[in-house]
């Protein structure tokens, strides 16, 4: 059994390490308490505080501090750099949507910065990321698209120009594949006219894009499905339009990787046509 004397000792040790931990709890508190904007900074302290957090990567904290700074120093000699910091954390704490209203606020109020360059790349940065999954509302990717365009006509010699273009690339690929989603839905759903027409806004709008060579491939299948079910008045015209894809087809890809399989529609479409000279041959006799 512990004696008394001993049990004396133990409860100073004891008391002795919870003050000292006490003690380091409210000496961190203190610290950690002092690195934040306190009443009664001037602008100069809260500013360096500001910054400080920015260093450390503290982003939340950071966009905190520069907004309470903006509020004590607006129009001061430090607000520019205030706003690009405050768009800055926003960004890299991936509050895209607030950062892009930040970085514009920026060129408005200091369109002749020499940070105005980065600032117009990342506006459009942030659309590129709010931009979603080719399913859902695309407003973001065509603000990307708007914004990479402005910067590229403005910066034509930047060093961002090639992440611009292969911004944009992307962008539009995603663009191009929610038409061709749609144009396949209302062919699986055989509803053919819609998709000949929805396969064809992929084609004139895209051209570039992978989508477009599939789009035609699919469009001509959908004009010679078309034509099948339809009454036999309209058959041969829409076979017909399944043959001019065709050619379409030829002049943009005419290495392209579905060479075989529109060469076996091309086939199916033309002998559907030969059957209708043929019929019409035999009748006249």
């Not at 514009?104 to 109020?109: A, C, G, Q, V």
């Given at each position: 059994?512990?004696?008394?004397?001993?049990?004396?000792?133990?409860?100073?040790?004891?008391?002795?390490?919870?003050?000292?931990?006490?003690?380091?709890?409210?000496?961190?508190?203190?610290?950690?308490?002092?690195?934040?904007?306190?009443?009664?900074?001037?602008?100069?302290?809260?500013?360096e505080k500001a910054l400080a957090l920015y260093e450390d990567e503290k982003w939340d904290e950071a966009a905190g501090a520069f907004n309470?700074?903006?509020?004590?120093?607006?129009?001061?000699?430090?607000?520019?750099?205030?706003?690009?910091?405050?768009?800055?954390?926003?960004?890299?704490?991936?509050?895209?949507?607030?950062?892009?209203?930040?970085?514009?606020?920026?060129?408005?109020?200091?369109?002749?910065?020499?940070?105005?360059?980065?600032?117009?790349?990342?506006?459009?940065?942030?659309?590129?990321?709010?931009?979603?999954?080719?399913?859902?509302?695309?407003?973001?990717?065509?603000?990307?698209?708007?914004?990479?365009?402005?910067?590229?006509?403005?910066?034509?010699?930047?060093?961002?120009?090639?992440?611009?273009?292969?911004?944009?690339?992307?962008?539009?690929?995603?663009?191009?594949?929610?038409?061709?989603?749609?144009?396949?839905?209302?062919?699986?759903?055989?509803?053919?006219?819609?998709?000949?027409?929805?396969?064809?806004?992929?084609?004139?709008?895209?051209?570039?894009?992978?989508?477009?060579?599939?789009?035609?491939?699919?469009?001509?299948?959908?004009?010679?499905?078309?034509?099948?079910?339809?009454v036999s008045d309209r058959q041969r015209e829409r076979y017909q339009k399944a043959l001019d894809v065709y050619d379409t087809y030829l002049?943009?890809?005419?290495?392209?990787?579905?060479?075989?399989?529109?060469?076996?529609?091309?086939?199916?479409?033309?002998?559907?046509?030969?059957?209708?000279?043929?019929?019409?041959?035999?009748?006249?006799?």
């Amino acid at each position: 059994m512990m004696s008394f004397t001993r049990f004396q000792s133990f409860q100073k040790y004891t008391r002795y390490v919870l003050s000292a931990i006490l003690l380091l709890v409210i000496m961190a508190s203190g610290c950690r308490n002092t690195s934040f904007i306190q009443p009664g900074d001037t602008l100069e302290v809260a500013y360096e505080k500001a910054l400080a957090l920015y260093e450390d990567e503290k982003w939340d904290e950071a966009a905190g501090a520069f907004n309470a700074v903006l509020t004590l120093g607006r129009g001061s000699i430090v607000a520019q750099d205030v706003q690009f910091y405050l768009a800055e954390a926003n960004y890299k704490n991936k509050r895209y949507l607030v950062a892009a209203s930040e970085y514009e606020r920026f060129t408005l109020l200091y369109p002749d910065s020499p940070r105005r360059e980065t600032a117009d790349l990342n506006i459009a940065r942030c659309y590129y990321e709010l931009s979603p999954r080719y399913k859902l509302d695309q407003t973001y990717t065509v603000q990307a698209i708007e914004n990479f365009n402005i910067f590229l006509s403005r910066y034509p010699s930047s060093e961002y120009r090639e992440e611009a273009i292969a911004s944009i690339d992307a962008l539009r690929e995603k663009l191009a594949q929610k038409i061709y989603s749609a144009a396949d839905f209302y062919r699986r759903t055989q509803r053919y006219e819609a998709a000949v027409l929805t396969y064809g806004e992929v084609i004139d709008q895209y051209p570039e894009t992978a989508w477009a060579e599939q789009s035609l491939v699919e469009q001509m299948e959908s004009y010679i499905l078309y034509a099948d079910n339809s009454v036999s008045d309209r058959q041969r015209e829409r076979y017909q339009k399944a043959l001019d894809v065709y050619d379409t087809y030829l002049q943009l890809f005419p290495r392209g990787e579905s060479r075989t399989r529109i060469e076996e529609l091309f086939d199916e479409a033309e002998a559907a046509i030969a059957s209708f000279s043929s019929n019409t041959s035999t009748a006249s006799r």
